[in-house]
């Protein structure tokens, strides 16, 4: 099944009105280095009845101690919150970021993981709506407010005593979805530390995409993981738990099921001094 919306379909869906008042469409642009200016961008112009969610406001909760950067938000709030914005399980819900990067992918994990069976992410985001000539506005818009039930999906996560168990007794395959040199440890801008965690092993989130930026179809993703066996559990990680959401729904994509997100990752993994670094391939 792809989770995958092409802008073509977007306005199709938005030209038929039954769909239209069915759809709910939501801005996630962000930017790790300044947390204001996906919002900003948001103000100055979005897709016609786009709201915006905000990584750390509404797609996070507070750092602590423990649980890396960008802990995961309080589902009883979260669902609160999407049901404010005009979403339940019978809206469809169309998910875009600036191209196709990380938080898109990162909200859609969310929905799935509260039940959601209807949230695609719109492939090249923003600019590949407007680079085909569509309409963009700054006006707000107003939605009506439904009541959307979580449904919590049993198995979604693993907390870091699971990865540290199943790492130890080798029943589970780790997948660190930063890019090479960060995982290899040779730079790190985020974190006091560099490397990753012992037997992870590197999958780049952007691998998703083919050559040209747009997400590889089902069967070129089936081809990509071939080699991870689909009867072993795959937990998934990055830095905090949101360049790791891509490869989640890339996986699911290709028919891997067992598959589960480390919400803290590596920055969980380093507020432990215990815990040990590896820098080598593996």
Not at 251 to 275: H, Q, R, T
Request: charged share 30%.
């Amino acid at each position: 099944m792809s989770y995958i919306i092409s802008v073509e379909r977007l306005k199709k869906r938005l030209e038929n009105e039954n769909n239209k008042d069915n759809t709910v469409i939501v801005d996630v642009r962000f930017q790790l280095t300044d947390s204001e200016a996906g919002r900003k961008q948001y103000i100055k112009d979005h897709l016609p009845g786009a709201v915006y969610l905000d990584l750390e406001k509404d797609l996070s909760s507070k750092p602590e101690k423990h649980g890396g950067k960008h802990p995961l938000p309080d589902m009883t709030a979260f669902s609160r919150k999407l049901g404010k914005i005009g979403i339940d399980h019978e809206t469809t819900v169309v998910i875009y970021d600036q191209e196709n990067e990380m938080f898109a992918s990162r909200l859609w994990w969310l929905l799935h993981s509260l039940g959601h069976q209807r949230s695609y992410v719109l492939d090249g985001g923003y600019n590949e709506w407007v680079r085909q000539g569509n309409d963009i506005t700054d006006q707000m818009p107003e939605l009506d407010s439904k009541l959307f039930r979580p449904i919590i999906l049993e198995g979604q996560t693993a907390n870091i005593e699971e990865v540290r168990e199943k790492l130890e007794n080798d029943t589970a395959i780790l997948i660190d979805s930063r890019e090479r040199e960060r995982y290899l440890g040779n730079k790190e801008p985020l974190y006091h530390k560099a490397g990753h965690i012992p037997g992870a092993k590197n999958y780049f989130w952007k691998n998703v995409l083919n050559s040209k930026g747009a997400w590889k179809k089902d069967i070129e993703l089936k081809d990509q993981f071939s080699n991870l066996s689909k009867d072993t559990q795959i937990i998934v990680s990055c830095g905090s738990g949101i360049s790791a959401c891509p490869n989640v729904l890339a996986l699911k994509m290709a028919g891997y099921e067992n598959v589960k997100l480390y919400p803290g990752s590596f920055s969980d993994w380093i507020s432990y001094d215990e815990n040990e670094i590896e820098t080598k391939e593996e």
